[in-house]
């Protein structure tokens, strides 16, 4: 395999191509790719085409299997890998857009996952892109004042913030005991594998910030997502059918967007990968 790896931005994601996941990559292949994957933080693995499990042993190249909370998007034949529909509706027949409005993904985890992954398998003929916002920038760019205001500050991050605008399936009962009530996670992080520090909220999940009151603490969270989400700390990642997409939690914001024609399906599949604890 002669594999090439071509940044898609100035700081964020770089598209992949000349590999085939269905095959053995070899050693060599595989810590290029994680050192990519860590460099880059999202990586765009074109033109693959794989089944549930293909895709479930795919990933293994990049890490575990972390298994996601919400078991109802579970695919039956392979549960590790969850499905992204847009045919899914809330119970007064609107579109559920699973990823809308920017998150990480189950920070209200103790140990979220370090990555997570999408394959294309439909995609709308235009729009349906997924926006990344790049977390160490969004430090590296905040004023010094700001930085040491948030610094050694924790927030409580649970299943679904009261603050939340966008609502969640609920959880099957089966998650109960599975998926903590609550945990709290440093609002600024140190990525484990480059020691850089990025900013780590949520606006899906982040109930509070411990020991601040919410006159102080929601426009807190507010200024600083509203500085994270700058265009110039932006990717915005434009779907080609059989794209694998790798992203970086730990250092990642991201969302979808339900711009496009409802008519036309997009369908992907998700895993995520086991990460640690932010520290
Ligand atoms: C997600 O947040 O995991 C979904 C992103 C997308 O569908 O673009």
């Not at 042993?57 to 992204?84: K, M, S």
């Not at 099957?172 to 520090?197: L, N, Q, S």
Request: with cysteine; proline share 7%; net charge negative.
């Amino acid at each position: 395999m002669s594999i090439s790896i071509t940044p898609l931005s100035e700081h964020t994601g770089a598209e992949v191509r000349g590999i085939d996941l269905r095959r053995d990559v070899g050693d060599e292949a595989r810590e290029r790719l994680n050192r990519a994957f860590v460099e880059h933080s999202v990586l765009a693995i074109r033109g693959q085409r794989l089944s549930p499990r293909e895709f479930a042993d795919a990933a293994r190249l990049f890490g575990e299997i972390f298994v996601q909370h919400n078991t109802r998007f579970a695919l039956p034949e392979c549960p590790v890998v969850h499905y992204i529909s847009n045919e899914d509706k809330y119970p007064d027949g609107k579109p559920y857009i699973p990823g809308a409005g920017y998150h990480t993904d189950h920070s209200n985890d103790a140990t979220p996952p370090k990555a997570t992954m999408l394959h294309a398998v439909e995609l709308p003929d235009s729009g349906g892109d997924t926006q990344f916002v790049n977390m160490h920038r969004a430090w590296e760019t905040l004023p010094e004042a700001m930085r040491q205001r948030i610094e050694g500050l924790k927030a409580l991050h649970v299943y679904q913030s009261r603050h939340s605008e966008r609502k969640l399936f609920g959880l099957p009962p089966e998650a109960k005991g599975r998926v903590p009530d609550a945990v709290v996670h440093p609002i600024v992080r140190t990525h484990p594998e480059t020691g850089r520090k990025a900013i780590y909220i949520n606006p899906i999940r982040i109930e509070s910030i411990v020991g601040m009151d919410d006159d102080e603490a929601l426009p807190l969270l507010d200024a600083l997502l509203e500085h994270a989400v700058r265009l110039e700390h932006q990717y915005r990642h434009r779907w080609q059918p059989g794209d694998v997409v790798i992203w970086d939690n730990r250092c990642l914001l991201h969302k979808a967007n339900g711009d496009y024609d409802m008519s036309q399906r997009r369908y992907l599949y998700r895993l995520m990968l086991r990460g640690d604890a932010p520290f």
